[in-house]
C-alpha cells in the first residue's frame, strides 16, 4: 500500500506556481500603484508650497505685479528643470519662471472662484503634466488685481522615480520569490515527512515486521491512524472467527457423524434426522465465519430499511402468535457498517424476542455519537445468574429453546468486531429481557 504522495506534490506545486505566478504579480501591481498614487500626493503638496512661496514673493505695485529676479524656490531658476510657475491676467501671461523660458506650454484655463485651488492631469503636444492654479486677488490702497497662478510638473519626473521604483521592486520581488520558494519547499517536505513515516509503518505491517500503527502523527492523520489500526484489529479478529469457526464445524459433526457410523441402515429415521443435523450445524458455521466483513465497517448502513424488512418477516413467521412489534426509529439512524451484518444481529436478537415474547416486542433506536439499539420481549426474561454464560464462547447454539439463546454466539462476536457492547437487562417497560447493543461512533467522524 503506497500513500498518493503524487497528488500531494501536485497540490504543493500548484500552491507554488500560484504564489511566484499570481500573488506576487498582483502584490508587486498593487504596490506599484500605491507608490504612483504616494508620488502625485506628494506633488500635489510640492507645487502647493511652491505655489504659496511664489505668492508671498509677489509685489504687487501701482504698476502691477513685479517678480524678484530669483524665486526662493530653486526647482523654479533653472532652466533645466521639470518644474515651471507662470502668472496670468485673464488669458494674457504676464510673468513666468526661468524654468519655463524655453517651455511651449499653454496651460488649460479652467473657471474657478478666487482662492480656489485646482490640481489635476492634462496633456499638451502628448506630453503629461500635472498641473496647480489657484486664482488670486492681489490689492494695495489704490487698486486689486486678479490673477492666476500656475504651477506644473512634468510627469516624467514620476515616472523616471516610479521606474527606478519598480526596479528595486523588482529585485526584492525576485529575492522575496526565491525566499517563498525555499521556505515552501521546507514547509512541503516537513508537512510530508509524516505521510512518509505513516507509508514505511503501513509497508512494514505487509511484510509482517509489525502488527499495528504505534508513531505520533499530527491531528490531521490522527483518525486515519485509528482507522487503520481498527482495521487491521478487525482483520485479525475475522482470522480468528475463520479458524474458530471451523474447529467447532469439526467438533460439531463428530457425534452425528459416529451415530452415522453405528447406524445399521443410512437412510432410517435416526439417520435422517442426523444428517439434517448436520445440515444445519453446516449452515450456520459457515454463516457466522462470513458474517462480519471487517472492509465494509465503514459504510453507513440505514437502520430503518433493515428493521422493516426483519419485522415484516417475522410477523409471517410468528403470525399464530398475534405479536404487536413497536419500532421506534428514524429515517437518519444509521449503522457503521455491512448491511448483512446489520441483518444479522437485529435478525437474531428481533427473532429471539419473538421466541421468548408472549404479544410484545418493542425495538427503540437512539443515536447522537453513539448508536443505542434496545429490544424488549414480555417473556420470561433471562436469568441473571445465566445472561454471562449466553454470551459466552462456548454455549450450545443446537438447542432451540423458545427463549432466548439462539444464535447469540453470532451477535457476540459481531458486536465485538465493531467495537461495540451488547448488555442484557430487564426490560423497563415489559418486564422480558432488553437486549442493548451500543457502539460508540464519536472517534470515526
Known amino acids: 500500500m503506497v500513500i498518493p504522495q503524487i497528488s500531494l506534490k501536485i497540490r504543493q506545486g500548484f500552491i507554488l506556481v500560484f ?50 529676479s530669483t524665486i526662493l524656490a530653486p526647482e523654479l531658476n533653472r532652466l533645466n528643470s521639470d518644474t515651471y510657475a507662470m502668472i496670468y491676467r485673464d488669458d494674457d501671461p504676464i510673468w513666468n519662471s526661468e524654468s ?35 486664482t488670486v486677488i492681489l490689492n494695495n490702497i489704490d487698486q486689486s488685481e486678479q490673477a492666476r497662478f500656475i504651477l506644473v510638473k512634468r510627469n516624467d519626473a514620476l515616472l523616471r522615480l516610479m521606474d527606478g521604483f519598480k526596479q528595486t521592486l523588482v529585485d526584492w520581488m525576485f529575492i522575496m520569490g526565491i525566499a517563498i520558494a525555499g521556505l515552501m519547499a521546507i514547509g512541503f517536505i516537513w508537512s510530508a515527512r509524516p505521510l512518509q513515516r505513516l507509508d514505511k509503518e503501513i509497508k ?73 443435523r448436520i445440515n444445519v450445524m453446516i449452515e450456520h458455521q459457515l454463516k457466522r ?38 419500532c421506534t426509529v428514524t429515517e437518519k439512524d444509521y449503522f457503521l457498517g455491512d448491511q448483512t451484518d446489520l441483518m444479522e444481529l437485529l435478525g437474531n436478537l428481533i427473532d429471539n424476542a419473538c421466541k421468548a415474547c408472549r ?5 427503540q433506536v437512539i443515536q447522537s455519537k453513539t448508536l443505542c439499539i434496545g429490544i424488549s420481549d414480555d417473556g420470561p426474561g433471562v436469568p441473571e445468574d445465566k445472561r454471562e454464560s449466553l454470551l459466552t464462547r462456548g454455549t450450545r447454539l443446537d438447542t432451540y429453546e423458545s427463549g432466548h439463546g439462539v444464535g447469540m454466539a453470532i451477535v457476540s462476536d459481531l458486536v465485538k468486531s465493531y467495537n461495540g457492547t451488547l448488555t442484557i437487562t430487564d426490560a423497563d417497560n415489559l418486564a422480558g429481557a432488553q437486549f442493548i447493543l451500543e457502539f460508540n461512533y464519536n472517534d470515526k467522524k
Not at 100 to 127: C, H, S, W
Not at 311 to 318: E, F, H, N, R
Not at 359 to 363: H, L, M
Open 19 to 68: 504564489v511566484l505566478l499570481v500573488a506576487l504579480p498582483i502584490l508587486f501591481y498593487s504596490i506599484g500603484k500605491a507608490y504612483y498614487a504616494s508620488l502625485v500626493d506628494a506633488t500635489e503638496k510640492t507645487l502647493e508650497a511652491q505655489l504659496y512661496s511664489l505668492i508671498s514673493e509677489v509685489d504687487f505695485t501701482e504698476h502691477g505685479i513685479i517678480m524678484p
Open 100 to 134: 519655463a523660458v524655453n517651455l511651449n506650454y499653454v496651460p488649460q484655463q479652467i473657471e474657478a472662484k478666487a482662492g480656489a485651488a485646482d490640481f489635476r492631469r492634462v496633456e499638451y503636444n502628448n506630453t503629461a503634466y500635472w498641473q496647480l492654479s489657484l
Open 204 to 276: 512494514a505491517i505487509e511484510s509482517g515486521d509489525i502488527q499495528e500503527i504505534k508513531g505520533l502523527y499530527p491531528v490531521e492523520l490522527q483518525t486515519i491512524k485509528a482507522d487503520l489500526n481498527l482495521l487491521l484489529e478487525s482483520q485479525q479478529r475475522q482470522k480468528e472467527r475463520y479458524r474458530a469457526s471451523l474447529s467447532d464445524l469439526a467438533h460439531a459433526l463428530k457425534t452425528p457423524l459416529a451415530v452415522l457410523k453405528s447406524s445399521p441402515l443410512a437412510n432410517d429415521a435416526d439417520a435422517q434426522e442426523q444428517l439434517d
Open 289 to 326: 465465519a462470513a458474517t462480519g466483513a471487517s472492509d465494509t465497517w465503514k459504510k453507513q448502513t440505514p437502520i430503518k430499511p433493515v428493521l422493516d424488512s426483519i419485522l415484516s418477516a417475522m410477523a409471517k413467521v410468528y403470525r399464530d402468535k398475534d405479536i404487536i412489534f413497536t
Open 359 to 363: 404479544s410484545q416486542v418493542e425495538i
